[in-house]
């Protein structure tokens, strides 16, 4: 079983930026697509970006040109640096699997909150 640990979130104002961590227990984890995800209250949960053993990214058209995912698997570590941040970026941020199989839903973590705010 897999388990993600996310930290970096916190209160900004618009225009301004954050680094997201996120550490991941397990095996093999350097096989695996990880992704960030975020829910905002009373919405869904909605993958935000994913990235894949060997490096090709994939972003939510909402973020693209100013998240970037990246990951270091000697340290089981997945990132996401976001700027220029939007209020509509306010949301719990979470991270996972993002292969073909989705996520594994025994192994969300608490999140992080991010909240973009004048």
């Known amino acids: 079983q897999v388990h993600f640990a996310e930290s970096g979130g916190g209160l900004v104002q618009p225009g301004g930026s954050l680094r997201l961590s996120c550490v991941a227990s397990g095996n093999l984890l350097h096989l695996y697509t990880l992704g960030w995800y975020r829910q905002a209250p009373g919405k869904q949960r909605d993958q935000v970006a994913r990235?894949?053993?060997?490096?090709?990214?994939h972003y939510l058209d909402s973020v693209k040109g100013r998240f970037t995912i990246s990951r270091d698997n000697a340290k089981s570590t997945v990132y996401l640096q976001m700027n220029n941040l939007k209020p509509e970026d306010t949301a719990v941020y979470y991270c996972?699997?993002?292969?073909?199989?989705?996520?594994?839903?025994?192994?969300w973590g608490r999140g992080t909150q991010v909240t973009v705010s004048s």
């Open positions: 990235i894949q053993s060997g490096g090709n990214t």
């Open positions: 996972n699997l993002a292969g073909p199989e989705g996520p594994s839903s025994g192994s």
